[in-house]
Nanobody
């Protein structure tokens, strides 16, 4: 089993920054992936950024590339999403997720474990 607990969401004006955190506990290994996903009202859930733990490779979706950065602190067992230059279209519920064994880090169906989500609201 894997447990995930997100924090760090909130409200910010366009151009501002937020950092999301996710404490990851349980059966995670070097073949695991962790990632951030988001879902805005009336839209489908989408991948934002993801990481393969063993080799540290990362993926950022085009709309956040250069603005958001996924990272991890192994000692704290914490996953981060640093979000800069936020835009109103970034407004969504953000979820941390994990896959114990994954092949394609940006494929949502690989992820079996999900946190409860944290709301990010960006005003113009």
């Amino acid at each position: 089993q894997v447990q995930l607990e997100e924090s760090g969401g909130g409200s910010v004006q366009a151009g501002g920054s937020l950092r999301l955190s996710c404490i990851v506990s349980g059966n995670i290994n070097n073949r695991s992936c962790v990632g951030w996903f988001r879902q805005a009202p009336t839209k489908e859930r989408e991948v934002v950024a993801a990481m393969k733990i063993g080799i540290g490779s990362t993926y950022h979706t085009n709309s956040v590339y250069g603005r958001f950065t996924i990272s991890q602190d192994n000692a704290k067992k914490t996953l981060y999403l640093q979000m800069n230059s936020l835009r109103p279209e970034d407004t969504a519920m953000y979820y941390c997720a994990a896959a114990r064994i994954c092949t394609w880090i940006a494929t949502m169906s690989e992820y079996s474990y999900w946190g409860q989500g944290t709301q990010v609201t960006v005003s113009s």
